[in-house]
């Protein structure tokens, strides 16, 4: 089968599509034949080297951490799934023809398989960092970056538990922020003005999806380090706030059961290319402008 690896740290040159073996199902996990794997900013920061101490890779290595696809085997243990069954979720090596996914869930009929093969790591890290701040029904919070992928995921499921969202987007983006539910205003200097002004009755957490520095203004919006939390700026806990990377501060699987609760919940595709072209792929995602979620497409 094809699927697409590194051979090296570097540039999006060192990507190959190659001819490999395929995964076995593994106890506990499922065997899909791809429909589409999300790509991360993640990605490119494991292509480039950059977490080679927290996250080393043995070369040639894949690439991918979700995707969508139809399930061709189950490994032992699995219960609830069959062959057949189109599901989305976590894995590795996922931009392939086949991979093994060991956390996922059952796409909604509703839904186009291709779009969800962008959720899994979106759905998660929205439902982790919602969870870990926990604003109090009925309060009003502030989603930094809410018109991308995670931001998109964020605020409705924030909707959904009974938040007042406002969300900061680029001016293009105003509208499609608004469209979730939320409140738009646009981000970049003079923030904090614009907030309070939206926001009279005060912001009980603040979420930094898009690690654009502004964890101070955060904090100072809030009132509250503890109520400040970032996926994307690791000099947050030098201002009192914290970083949330890891997915086992939450439970994957009830993210993922609350998105699909929500009726319409979805996160636009912005772009979809083949496995050949996934160097092109991540740089779009790294430039942290892709507008939804860009997917490989084997
Ligand atoms: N720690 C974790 O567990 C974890 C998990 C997933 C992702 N991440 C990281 O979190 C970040 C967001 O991921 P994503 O998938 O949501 O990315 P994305 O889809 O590319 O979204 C980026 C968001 O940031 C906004 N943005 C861009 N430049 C900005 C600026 N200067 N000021 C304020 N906002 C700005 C974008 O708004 P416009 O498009 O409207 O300009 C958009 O809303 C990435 O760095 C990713 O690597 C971390």
Redesign the pocket.
């Known amino acids: 089968m094809q699927a697409v690896q590194f051979r090296a740290y570097g540039s999006p040159d060192v990507l190959d599509v190659v001819d490999t073996s395929e995964p076995v199902a593994p106890a506990g996990g499922v065997l899909i034949r791809v429909i589409a794997s999300g790509v991360?900013?993640?990605d490119a920061i494991l292509r480039q080297g950059f977490m080679a101490e927290q996250m080393p890779v043995e070369f040639p290595a894949g690439v991918g951490l979700e995707a969508s696809g139809e399930v061709l085997a189950v490994g032992e243990g699995v219960t609830g799934t069959a062959v057949g069954d189109v599901v989305f979720g976590f894995g590795a090596a996922t931009a392939a023809e086949k991979a093994v996914l060991v956390t996922w869930a059952a796409v909604p009929a509703t839904v186009d398989p291709i779009e969800a093969g962008g959720w899994a790591?979106?759905i998660e890290?929205a439902g982790r960092v919602l969870t870990l701040l926990a604003p109090a029904e009925g309060s009003t919070v502030l989603v930094?970056?809410?018109?991308?992928?995670?931001?998109t995921a964020l605020v409705q499921l924030a909707v959904a538990r009974g938040l007042r969202v406002i969300g900061?987007?680029?001016e293009?983006?105003q509208e499609r922020v608004t469209a979730l539910g939320a409140t738009a205003v646009v981000?970049g200097d003079g923030l904090a003005d614009r907030v309070r002004a939206t926001a009279p009755e005060g912001v009980s957490a603040a979420f930094d999806?898009?690690?654009?520095g502004i964890v101070p203004e955060l904090i100072e919006i809030v009132g509250d380090a503890s109520h400040v939390i970032s996926?994307?700026d690791f000099s947050a806990p030098e201002h009192g706030a914290r970083v949330?990377?890891s997915q086992t501060e939450a439970d994957p699987a009830a993210s993922f059961a609350e998105a699909i609760a929500i009726d319409g919940f979805g996160i636009p595709v912005a772009a979809t290319f083949p496995l050949a072209r996934a160097g092109e792929a991540q740089e779009l995602?790294a430039g942290?402008?892709?507008?939804g979620k860009v997917l490989l497409v084997p």
Not at 144 to 151: D, I, L, M, R
Not at 209 to 212: H, I, Q, V
Request: hydrophobic letters at 35%.
């Open positions: 991360n900013g993640l790591v979106a890290t930094s970056g809410a018109s991308g992928g995670v931001g900061t987007a680029s293009a983006n981000y999806l898009a690690g654009s996926i994307a949330s990377t995602v942290k402008h892709s507008g």
